[in-house]
Every structure is written in C-alpha cells, then in structure tokens.
C-alpha cells in the first residue's frame, strides 16, 4: 500500500518541477561594448530585484559583438559605444524595426598611472604631440573599436597622429587599452572617462576636446534573433529615467 501512495505523490511533485521550470522566463541575452561593464551590472541587478529575471551579459567590444550578431548571434540587445556599428547590424537586418535609441554619451580623455603627477594639456600644440610619441599610448584598435576610432580622429584633428601613430599600443577594447596602463606596460593610454572613473588605478590627465571627433552616443536596440519575453521590458528600463540615472551614477551622460 505504501509503494502504491508513494507513486502518485512522486509523479505530482515531478509535474510540479516541470511547471515551475516552465514558468521561468528565458533571461535576455544582452551584448555590450566593454566600456558599460560596471554600469549596466548595476543595471540588471536593479532590474532583477524588480522581481524580474537577471539578464545574461556579454562584454567585448562593439566592432566584435556586431560581427558577431551579423554573424547570427542568438543574442536579445545590442548595446553599442558608437552609432556606426549599430547601425552596420541595422542594415544586415538584425534589428527589431522602432527599437533602436541613443540614450548615453561619454568623453574621451587620456590617463595615466595615479602615480603620475604632471597634467598633459590635450589640445593642438607639440608639448602634446611631443608628451605621445614618447609612447607608448594604450589605445583601442584605431580601425575597429569605437574608443580607437574616436581617440585616432581626435589626434587627427590636431594633426599629430602621423607622429604619434608609431608608438600606439592598440587593445581588442576599451578595458584591454585601460588595463595597459593599469599593470604599467603603457604610460599613457586614450580611453573613456567612464573607465578612468571606475579603475582607482589610473587618473585622468587630460581631456580630449568634444569637437576634435563625433559625439560619442551609445544606442540601445532589440535584435530579431532574441527569444526573450523579457528583452523588450529590459530594454524600456535601460531607456527610462531610472535605468539613466543608473549610468549617470557611473559617469556617462544620458541623452
């Protein structure tokens, strides 16, 4: 008779797993330029403890998240550090039509180790060009990652990148660029301010003028190939007031 009672009940509780299992929506799959590090995990904590499923997050940077998702990536958002790139997954067709919004901006500067204590004045004159090609200078890849892309404009726009080129360091991203400078193996790198805020290893030295490169935007878009319930409310959430206020917190400055 026990055997018989036992039966039942195990098959009830196995049922019962299932449904529960079931009921947990898939987490969204977000990929994001390596420079949201620190932001966007607070960004999905608070969202998580909304009673909501913690997003799955995939740092790199943004040149390499989007051939990955023009690739076919099984991803839900694309978080990127430029306008170009978003926009190379847009015409590929990977993006959800409507919900594609710039809702950050950042500052290039160039920083150094916190032991340094002389400032670098970051504007067109040969003290800096001079202050560079002593090198080397960590950077992102000039011809790919957006931090790389706006810090190779910048020192073109001053007219000294033919100088400083030779000694430049270049990175797979943003963070790798920063954490030259980090460990010692560069003395000067080009990064965000944003990354100069969250490392206690490094400081800022100088601040590279807005108008000697593009804005630095990041847009937020939902991708086609996401199975996420959860993707489109993530996505209103890093948009809204709160999801910005968020990112100011770290440094960046919502649009």
Same mark, same amino acid.
């Given at each position: 008779? +026990?055997?018989? =009672?036992?039966?039942?009940?195990? %098959? ?23 420079? =949201?590090?620190?932001?966007?995990? *607070?960004?999905? @904590? ?7 499923? /913690?997003?799955?997050?995939?740092? !790199? ?5 989007? &051939? ?31 919900? $594609? ?61 033919? +100088? ?7 990175? @797979?991203? #943003? &963070?790798?660029? =920063? !954490?030259?400078?980090? /460990?010692? *193996?560069?003395?000067?790198?080009? #990064? ?5 805020? !969250? ?11 807005? *108008?000697?490169?593009?804005?630095? $935007?990041?847009? #937020?878009?939902?991708?086609? *190939? ?9 996505? /209103?959430? =890093? ?7 968020? %990112?100011? &917190?770290?440094? %960046?400055?919502?649009?």
């Amino acid at each position: 008779m +026990r055997r018989f =009672l036992v039966w039942p009940l195990l %098959f009830l509780l196995s049922l019962t797993g299932v449904g529960a299992i079931a009921a947990t929506p898939q987490p969204p799959i977000v990929l994001a330029a390596a420079s =949201l590090q620190e932001s966007l995990n *607070a960004a999905a @904590d608070a969202w998580s403890r909304q009673g909501h499923v /913690r997003p799955t997050l995939s740092f !790199a940077g943004s040149s390499a998240l989007a &051939r990955q998702i023009d690739a076919g990536a099984p991803a839900d958002l694309f978080l990127s550090a430029d306008e170009d790139w978003m926009t190379d997954v847009e015409k590929h067709g990977a993006v959800v039509a409507g919900t $594609r919004v710039t809702f950050l901006g950042n500052r290039l500067v160039l920083v150094a180790p916190v032991t340094r204590t002389a400032p670098v004045v970051t504007r067109p004159n040969s003290a800096l060009a001079t202050t560079l090609a002593s090198g080397p200078v960590a950077m992102a890849d000039v011809g790919a990652v957006p931090a790389g892309k706006y810090g190779k404009a910048s020192l073109e726009h001053m007219g000294i990148w033919a +100088r400083v080129s030779p000694h430049v360091v270049q990175a @797979d991203n #943003v &963070r790798a660029a =920063l !954490a030259l400078v980090e /460990r010692g *193996a560069a003395p000067l790198g080009i #990064v965000y301010a944003t990354d100069a805020k !969250a490392s206690p290893k490094v400081k800022i030295v100088g601040v590279f003028p807005d *108008a000697s490169h593009k804005p630095i $935007r990041y847009p #937020v878009a939902r991708l086609k *190939a996401g199975k996420s319930p959860e993707a489109e409310g993530f996505r /209103r959430f =890093l948009i809204s007031p709160a999801g910005k206020a968020i %990112f100011a &917190r770290y440094g %960046f400055s919502p649009q």
